[in-house]
């Protein structure tokens, strides 16, 4: 109805603003087509990959499964609305064990070469009993990294103590949102040392007893790929007018160093040999390319108590070009319904796919000598006992 006062004084409709995100459309579609691969093979609870560029922290593409159709979504249940990288949590297992490595690095309680002894597979504290997946003996804190002990995790966690290792945890930007700009990001969940129990400090190098979300892993992994900084995660670059003038602009912003450079490349060396035949994930390796990453193997919370007996979140989070990093991914899969699910067997093999794609994509140039198919190469002699579960 018209409102007779006010006639002659109609304003025009104006176009609203445009927002230009930092998403890169064939990046997002690589990643979605991927993980829509990986959901139909494995069938899991949840699927979500995030990339993102580790110098300036830009988001160039986040997905996750189950998905809606947003042009449908009365179609959809809440569950398959949730954006699942910054609103679900889960316990990271073995990809957090960069947090303790790099820390005792840092405050100089180790160095790569420095020797530590895994128990043979079994290490009694506090009266109970961690396990490695495998028997390993002396390994040197770069092969804790590579092999994935946990007890050499936990025994680097002990000599750098609960105050410091908690300061590192902090550092990385877990226990905290990373305050990208979307609705719905939780902080995870980090106790302070005062709410650890005596196991605490043993189990959560191995990424039991704390929850983070999939971009703070990403992001923290990003801190490795970054030198040691660590960057803010960014979602938007720019917001335009209906003239294609910008109003509001966003620039990439550093956090804080977390490491030094010098700690960040002892960590990427050891990444490195993650991805290789004595890592704990061959299969996350892309042909002419030095690949640098972690996997991770976490049971799942039962929610009476305790964990679910062979239920397991995998994951794999790492950057490529090793040394000169385009983009840091992560990859994690919620009870993938298969029997002996690793990180290594299930979301390193989705890495690798995503991973190929997007160095075509980039024109990136191989650096790395490329084994023709029907050769075997010849294996390097092993200096430790069997890789440990990722």
């Known amino acids: 109805h018209e409102l007779v006062q006010y006639r002659g004084l109609e304003t025009p409709a104006k176009d609203g603003c445009d927002v230009r995100l930092t998403i890169d459309m064939q990046l997002q579609n690589i ?3 991927e993980l829509d691969a990986a959901f139909a093979q494995y069938k899991p609870q949840m699927a979500a990959a995030v990339m993102l560029r580790p110098t300036t922290g830009e988001i160039l593409a986040m ?9 449908d979504p009365r179609s ?4 398959q609305q949730k954006d699942r990288p910054i609103s679900d949590m889960v316990e990271p297992g073995s990809t957090f064990k960069i947090v303790v490595t790099s820390g005792a690095l840092e405050e100089k309680v180790a160095t790569p070469e420095t020797k530590i002894y895994c128990e043979n597979g079994a290490y009694s504290y506090a009266g109970h009993i961690l396990h490695d997946a495998h028997p390993m003996g002396m390994l040197t804190l770069h092969e804790v990294l590579a092999h994935s002990s946990n007890i050499g995790a936990a025994k680097l966690a002990l000599q750098l103590g609960k105050d410091r290792f908690y300061q590192y945890i902090r550092r990385y930007g877990f226990g905290e949102t990373t305050g990208i700009r979307l609705p719905g990001e939780i902080p995870g969940l980090v106790n302070p040392p005062y709410r650890w129990s005596e196991l605490d400090i043993t189990r959560i190098p191995m990424g039991q007893s704390i929850a983070v979300t999939p971009l703070q892993m990403v992001t923290a992994m990003s ?7 660590l960057m803010k995660p960014m979602i938007i670059s720019e ?3 209906a003239d294609n003038r910008p109003v509001v602009t966003y620039s990439p912003t550093q ?5 030094s450079t010098d700690t960040a490349k002892k960590i990427v060396s050891a990444l490195k040999d993650v991805v290789s035949k004595k890592g704990t ?6 042909p002419g390319f030095a690949v640098a990453g972690k996997t991770g193997t976490a049971e799942k919370i039962d929610p009476k108590g305790g964990y679910m007996q062979g239920k397991y979140v995998v994951s794999f989070v790492g950057f490529m070009p090793a040394d000169d990093p385009k983009f840091a991914l992560l990859v994690v899969i919620d009870d993938p319904n298969i029997p002996r699910a690793f990180g290594g067997t299930v979301a390193a093999p989705v890495f690798s796919k995503i991973a190929k794609r997007v160095a075509d994509y980039f024109g990136l140039q191989p650096t790395e000598p490329v084994v023709p198919p029907g050769l075997v190469e010849t294996p390097k002699k092993l200096t430790s006992t069997l890789p440990g579960r990722g």
């Open 31 to 33: 990643v979605e087509s």
């Open 63 to 71: 997905a996750s499964r189950p998905t809606f159709d947003a042009n």
């Open 76 to 79: 959809s249940t809440p569950d």
């Open 223 to 229: 801190v490795i790929a970054n030198g040691g900084v």
């Open 239 to 241: 917001i335009d007018d």
């Open 255 to 259: 956090v804080r160093r977390v490491v």
């Open 281 to 286: 994930a061959p299969e996350a390796a892309v």
